[in-house]
Every structure is written in structure tokens, then in C-alpha cells.
């Protein structure tokens, strides 16, 4: 499957950002999908990820509250909406598929495509 994320910018803290993933080659709906992001000299780290059907949704406790993912089927498209903008969210958003798995942080994800930039100003 190849995946591709786009949406990301510039947008001062506190502000919003929606993030999408556009995903082709494979049967999108039946694959679990991720976000995961990696700040400049930090490890990737998982962010939220999401079953095939919608039906469940996990988050890393630090984006908890504030970020939503969400996926369309019809539109073989994921998304990640961005609330309430923390400067520490500033970072390349990488998006993921997983053949198996919950869509948890411990899926092993299959396939990744490349990062879009979100800067978060002060």
C-alpha cells in the first residue's frame, strides 16, 4: 500500500490542524492505520492509531483530549485532527498501515509513508 500524508504548516499554539492521509495499492479498509511523529533530534514516537472498521481508537497520553483520528473508507483517506496546538507538537507527522493488529501502540505497522511538517509558534 502506498500512503501519502499531506495538510501539514504553520500555526501558532492553541490553534488547529487537520493532517491527512491518502492511501492507494491496497485494500485500505481492511488495514489498520497510525499516526506517529518525530520532533527535531527525538525518537519517532506513536501518536493515535485506528481499527479497520473505526471502531476503536487509541491515543498516546500526551496528544489525549486533543487530537481525534478518523478514517473514511470510501475515501481510502485518514485523519488526524489537531486541537488546541502545543509547541512540543511541533514534528513530521509519519502516517502507517498494519496488516493485523488494534491500531494500539505495540501494532506492528507494515508500511509507511513519507512525513508532513506541522511547526507550532508561540
Known amino acids: 500500500v502506498q500512503l501519502q500524508a499531506s495538510g501539514g504548516g504553520l500555526v501558532q499554539a492553541g490553534g488547529s490542524l487537520r493532517i491527512s492521509c491518502a492511501a492507494s495499492g491496497r485494500t485500505f479498509s481492511m488495514m489498520t492505520m497510525g499516526w506517529f511523529r518525530q520532533a527535531p533530534g527525538k525518537e519517532r514516537e506513536f501518536v493515535a492509531g485506528i481499527r479497520w472498521n473505526g471502531g476503536s481508537t487509541y491515543y498516546a497520553d500526551s496528544v489525549k483530549g486533543r487530537f481525534t483520528i478518523s478514517r473514511d473508507n470510501a475515501k481510502n483517506t485518514m485523519y488526524l485532527q489537531m486541537n488546541s496546538l502545543k509547541l512540543e507538537d511541533t514534528a513530521v507527522y509519519y502516517c502507517?498501515?498494519?496488516?493485523?493488529?488494534?491500531?494500539?501502540?505495540?501494532?506492528?505497522?507494515?508500511?509507511w509513508g513519507q512525513g508532513t511538517l506541522v511547526t507550532v509558534s508561540s
Open positions: 502507517a498501515a498494519a496488516i493485523l493488529g488494534s491500531g494500539a501502540s505495540d501494532t506492528r505497522f507494515d508500511f
